[in-house]
């Protein structure tokens, strides 16, 4: 009788449990991978909603994003474009032919994309409601992702929302709280003439400052995680950023075009 215990039996054994796993593995892998995918979207487009503060617990999320035009900018020119093919952004950036490297770069991003997404929420009669920008920095672990909504006056944040980082949670992971983020609604980033005046103070805010409008509240124990916020919106919202496209709108505005 063959010996159960063999060194060949227990191989074969062994391999045959591994293949059977590694079949399993796979192919959940593979057919959740559509419905990760959609999960990504839909939270994406969750965050937008919350940004713009447009968001209500238990409504539904696709339907409600149906409102928000999603256009892509030319960050150099602030038009927008069409590019043939679409924009993917997570591809663009590791594309040289898409990206650039970047020499100053306050917000520790590396590179930068030639064109911008921007989502653009309108009322039910078509008038601007929103403008919200995605926007990203380092903070002291991670890259932080954040969706960063203003007024139709393009100046006024309406909200924030950050819904991707690696800061540590209790500290610079603070970012995400939305009490914290509330801080952000009805605070000015961009002065009269257009430019980007916003800071993130060490801890709170001093009482009756003048430019109290442009600054927020630190975010204790989190010095560096709250820097990156501050490098963040004065990248994003300056001339290596949406200016061009901020101060072409701008202009738009005040020839009384609808946008
Ligand atoms: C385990 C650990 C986690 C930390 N996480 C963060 C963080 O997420 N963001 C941050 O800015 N500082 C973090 N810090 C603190 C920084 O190392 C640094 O001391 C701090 O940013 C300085 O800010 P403060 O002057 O407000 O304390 C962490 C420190 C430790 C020990």
Redesign the pocket.
Known sequence: MKDKNSVGNVLRVATGVCLVCAVIVSTAAVTLRPFQEENRATFRQLNVLQAAGLHEPGMDVALAFERIERRIVDFDSGEYVDPPGGFDPVRAVRDPAQSNALSGDPAGIGRRTHYGEVFLARAEDGTLERVILPVHAY???STMYAFLALEPDLRTVSGISFFEHG??PG???EIENPRWQENWVGKQVRDEDGNVRFRVD?GRTPEGVADADHRID?????????RGVENMVQFWLGEQGYGPYLARMERRLEIGEVL
């Open positions: 903070g002291l672990w800061e540590t500290l610079g992971g060490r630190g975010l204790s124990g989190a010095t560096i995680t709250s």
